[in-house]
């Protein structure tokens, strides 16, 4: 009698252990088959943005605030001051004009929303902003190595044919030139979204501070190798056709200053041509390595690494426009002439 009582509570525990497992189980691809639907429009994602520890939002805040007032101030002196002095049209400055218009677009597509979050802790982007934010950053990042190399070119005309150099960088070669880099960066861009535009999306927390191409394709339902591939050879493609130019370019203008005739002149003057078109690079490319060995250390915290993944947006347009005054005398000068101006007229 005993016997059958144990076998009988057995079999009712067995009963209720598979009753278990096969609600655990019909609610595991409940899950996987809502995992894997696509999601309809509209779209709203979630963006997972830094860790905020409490009472920290508002001073992250100010620190956000402070870098775009900083960054629209310098770069938009820097416009308005080459737009106002007609001394200043000539290819170098028009140049710089076109790299400021870019580091301020970088800057206003990324600061904005993440003071947002900082302040009221909102991570929700629509689908249309998300892109939108996406393909700023995007063409950022690209106009700023093609303008780069358009300045590169000019800088080498200057040292290498100066007295052929108006006669080659007419204004008609200048704006071909400006629009050449911004074709070329707008191109590649709008192919690598095009790619994406019907790829269907099964998720909606994109694990980043901004969004990117990368990080809501991770989102895609499925594979997306096409996509992938030509991302990769597009940046590849792009930074090493931009430092070959810059490579070339200065190793003529180095091979031309070392057989001039001019001497420590000659070296001085070609080194005030040249320095803020390198040091602007440099810190460019620097913000790029950082980046990428950023995302190669396990120990690091996922703050750290996503600050570094902004440290492009932040860094160089906050101090580009001071690289700019202190390498150009004529544009320093410029800047001095028109804010006493300013400042005797309001007087």
């Not at 590649?188 to 790829?199: D, E, K, P, Y």
Request: charged share 10%.
């Amino acid at each position: 009698m005993d016997a059958h009582k144990n076998n009988l509570k057995l079999f009712r525990t067995s009963e209720s252990n598979i009753t278990t497992l096969t609600r655990t189980t019909l609610f595991w691809m409940e899950n996987v088959t809502s995992l894997v639907t696509p999601l309809s429009q509209p779209i709203v994602f979630k963006l997972e943005g830094f860790h905020i520890p409490p009472g920290y939002g508002p001073f992250l805040f100010f620190l956000a605030l402070f870098n775009y007032l900083v960054v629209l101030f310098g770069n938009g002196v820097v416009m308005c001051v080459i737009i106002i002095d007609k001394s200043l049209h000539r290819p170098m400055f028009v140049l710089v004009c076109h790299l400021v218009f870019c580091d301020m677009m970088g800057s206003t597509a990324v600061l904005p929303r993440l003071m947002l979050h900082f302040l009221t802790g909102e991570k929700r982007i629509t689908y249309v902003s998300a892109i939108a934010q996406a393909f700023c950053v995007h063409t950022y990042g690209a106009a700023v190595q093609t303008i780069l190399g358009a300045m590169a070119y000019d800088r080498y005309v200057a040292v290498c044919a100066p007295l052929r150099y108006h006669a080659i960088m007419t204004p008609a070669r200048l704006h071909s030139c400006c629009a050449f880099s911004w074709f070329v960066a707008l191109l590649c861009i709008v192919v690598l979204f095009a790619l994406h535009v019907n790829t269907p999306l099964c998720g909606n927390t994109i694990r980043h501070v901004y969004c990117s191409n990368r990080s809501i394709l991770s989102l895609a339902c499925r594979s997306t190798p096409i996509n992938n591939i030509y991302g990769l050879s597009m940046t590849w493609c792009l930074s090493t056709g931009v430092f070959v130019i810059i490579a070339f370019t200065y190793i003529q203008i180095l091979h031309t200053v070392k057989q001039s005739r001019g001497g420590n002149r000659a070296r001085s003057k070609a080194f005030q041509t040249c320095a803020s078109h390198l040091v602007v690079y440099l810190i460019y490319e620097i913000a790029s390595l950082i980046i990428i060995l950023g995302q190669r250390f396990a120990s690091v915290s996922q703050n750290v690494k996503k600050f570094f993944s902004i440290m492009f947006i932040i860094i160089p347009p906050a101090i580009n426009p001071i690289i700019y005054g202190l390498f150009s005398k004529e544009l320093r000068a410029s800047i001095i002439k028109n804010f006493t101006t300013e400042l005797s007229l309001k007087k």
